[in-house]
């Protein structure tokens, strides 16, 4: 089942992801530019906010912006009504299909949401015109570790215990090179792969909750009732300031550069 978002509320908070998708985009056009007409996708779009980057650079080009969920889609279709250059649409990435392959696939902070890495290496090769690339980072091995910890100790709370029994982690932090075979087997060459540490510093112990509610505690939050929500949200930014504060999220990404083999 699709995770819904607070599309507003993440256009609020999402900064560090759009800095994220900033300079992996930079480092990979340094290495290789742009001519700048163009087809690309932004795998996970969110409400467009990376989407508005990459467009700069493509002036004569076209974006297919996609993300699984509906509230972003119609966020992202707001920004860019009127803009004849973006299409967006909804689809979850693993049944992703296109009309015509793009030149560029570049996501930001999306595929460690999907646990099936081998499938969705194959379907965005697919999507990528021979010699196409793919720009991505996502969270990778140790992402977010110390949180992760703080999130399962308040989880087996009393007072919350019983809504999560059977609870499963829906996320994958792959590592370098696993991904690099996955994206091998999956038909792609000139394969780069590496991991960076991103720690992500808030204000207070407040603006951490917010950040958490909106971006990191989707899924838990929907086990609980809505009365819950805000002391879930509230104990878990609390554990994590305990350790430093101002609070840090202990951010691992995990960025990708590879280029769909080329037809011989």
């Not at 917010?210 to 809505?226: C, D, N, T």
């Amino acid at each position: 089942m699709t995770l819904e978002w607070d599309a507003a509320e993440y256009e609020v908070v999402a900064n560090p992801h759009v800095g994220w998708g900033t300079g992996l985009l930079e480092v990979a056009l340094e290495r290789r530019p742009l001519v700048g007409d163009e087809a690309a996708m932004d795998a996970g779009c969110g409400t467009g906010r990376v989407t508005e980057l990459l467009l700069e650079r493509l002036p004569g080009g076209t974006v297919l912006a996609v993300d699984a969920s509906g509230a972003m889609v119609e966020a992202a279709r707001r920004r860019f009504a009127g803009d004849e250059r973006v299409r967006v649409e909804r689809w979850d990435l693993l049944k992703l299909e296109v009309e015509e392959p793009v030149d560029l696939i570049l996501s930001t902070a999306t595929f460690h949401w999907i646990k099936n890495h081998e499938k969705l290496f194959n379907v965005l090769a697919s999507a990528l015109k021979p010699g196409g690339r793919l720009v991505a980072q996502c969270g990778g091995q140790g992402n977010i570790a110390q949180v992760t910890r703080a999130i399962e100790e308040v989880m087996g709370e009393e007072r919350f215990r019983e809504h999560f029994a059977g609870w499963r982690d829906n996320k994958e932090y792959a590592d370098p090179a696993t991904t690099k075979a996955r994206l091998e087997a999956a038909g792609f060459e000139e394969i780069e792969t590496w991991l960076h540490e991103e720690p992500t510093e808030f204000g207070s112990t407040e603006e951490l909750t917010r950040y958490l509610k909106a971006v990191v505690l989707g899924r838990h939050l929907e086990r609980l009732p809505e009365v819950d929500h805000q002391s879930f949200a509230d104990a878990v930014a609390t554990r994590v300031a305990a350790v430093q504060d101002p609070p840090v999220m202990d951010y691992v990404r995990l960025n990708i550069l590879a280029t769909r083999r080329r037809e011989s």
